[in-house]
């Protein structure tokens, strides 16, 4: 079956760092993307990592590790307008084509 | 470009109503999908498309129906109205499938009573 594991809800300061993380067990993987979720918005690209490694971009960056089945994002420097929730998903083989898993998602809040 | 839109943007429906939640998208992509969103909840796939013609079911397909006869529209039929249907909706699209970022619609709020 489908598996994607993350944090429900996180608190962090202002200025601050915070890592989000993200476990899956999944029947497939072709990659791993993150997704940024304003309340009331639709998500929005953040990061994609097919290969191990860190990307990095900005304040965000996104690690993998496929072989123990892990991701996190990691948020610097924080502000306010990072509160929003973040969703980890995973991309695998679905029939000819391949389909995109999402995780519940992290709520994150940002105070001052 | 105006991107993925939906519409509407919010209905109340009745118990056993139906509706067509409308989805079109002005980038020529290839690949359309349909995901609802619970509260507190990720995303779960309805159907998607991998080009007009061409429809498959996802996660949680009970329920709803959908047709692609053209590039550009991908709508979602819900037959009869139940309150377990009430959620938000959203569309994306992406051109050659899910190994992309995927364009998402500002989504459509259902709620059946």
């Known amino acids: 079956g489908q598996n994607i594991d993350q944090p429900t809800e996180m608190t962090a300061t202002e200025g601050a760092i915070v890592q989000i993380n993200c476990t899956y067990q999944?029947?497939?993987?072709?990659?791993l993307f993150w997704y940024q979720q304003h309340a009331g918005e639709a998500p929005t690209f953040l990061s994609y990592?097919?290969?191990?490694g860190l990307e990095e971009k900005g304040r965000f960056s996104s690690f993998l590790s496929r072989s123990k089945g892990y991701s996190y994002l990691l948020l610097k420097e924080l502000q306010m307008k990072d509160s929003a929730s973040y969703l980890c998903?995973?991309?695998?083989?679905?029939?000819?084509?391949?389909?995109?898993?999402f995780g519940k998602g992290t709520m994150l809040l940002v105070s001052p | 470009n105006a991107g993925v839109t939906q519409t509407p943007k919010f209905r109340i429906l009745k118990i056993g109503q139906s509706m067509t939640l409308q989805c079109a998208q002005d980038?020529?992509?290839?690949?359309m999908y349909w995901y609802r969103q619970d509260p507190g909840m990720g995303l779960k796939l309805i159907y998607y498309?991998?080009?007009?013609?061409?429809?498959d079911k996802g996660e949680v397909p009970n329920g709803y129906n959908v047709s692609r006869s053209t590039t550009e529209d991908f709508p979602l039929r819900l037959e009869l109205a139940a309150p377990s249907q009430t959620s938000v909706y959203f569309c994306?699209?992406?051109?050659?499938?899910?190994?992309?970022?995927?364009?998402f619609g500002p989504g459509t709020r259902l709620l059946v009573l």
């Open positions: 994306a699209s992406t051109l050659t499938g899910s190994q992309e970022t995927q364009y």
């Open positions: 999944t029947s497939g993987f072709n990659g």
């Open positions: 990592n097919v290969l191990d």
């Open positions: 998903a995973v991309t695998q083989p679905s029939g000819g084509y391949s389909t995109l898993t």
């Open positions: 980038m020529n992509h290839n690949y």
């Open positions: 498309s991998v080009g007009a013609g061409i429809t």
